[in-house]
Nanobody, 122 residues
Framework: QVHLRESGGGLVQTGGSLRLSCVAS????????MGWFRQGPGKEREYVAS???????FYADSVKGRFTISRDNAKNTVYLQMNSLKPEDTAVYYC????????????????WGQGTQVTVSS
């Protein structure tokens, strides 16, 4: 069982930046692929970014060039650096982990955190 805990959300103005963190209880985080998803008000959960076990990174078109996913295995932590934020980025952001899958389908991830709220004001 892997427990995930997100932090770093908050209120930011358009064009601002935030860095989300996801700390895992698993000491061998490097053996998991990690993903970030988000769910805005009245919307379905959508893919944001993911990082494979060998550190290949993938992004949704809507965040490419603005967001960066990375991991620090020594700290059991995955990050999502978010720059040039827009009001449409407002959502609850979730991190997810899976032993194999690193794609964009949320149903394929095994472990989930509770989420952290990001609000971008216009």
């Amino acid at each position: 069982q892997v427990h995930l805990r997100e932090s770093g959300g908050g209120l930011v103005q358009t064009g601002g930046s935030l860095r989300l963190s996801c700390v895992a209880s698993e000491r061998t985080l490097s053996t998991y692929a990690m993903g970030w998803f988000r769910q805005g008000p009245g919307k379905e959960r959508e893919y944001v970014a993911s990082i494979s076990r060998n550190d290949n990174t993938f992004y949704a078109d809507s965040v490419k060039g603005r967001f960066t996913i990375s991991r620090d295995n020594a700290k059991n932590t995955v990050y999502l650096q978010m720059n040039s934020l827009k009001p449409e980025d407002t959502a609850v952001y979730y991190c997810a982990a899976d032993a194999v899958y690193s794609g964009s389908y949320p149903q394929s991830y095994t472990y989930w955190g509770q989420g952290t709220q990001v609000t971008v004001s216009s």
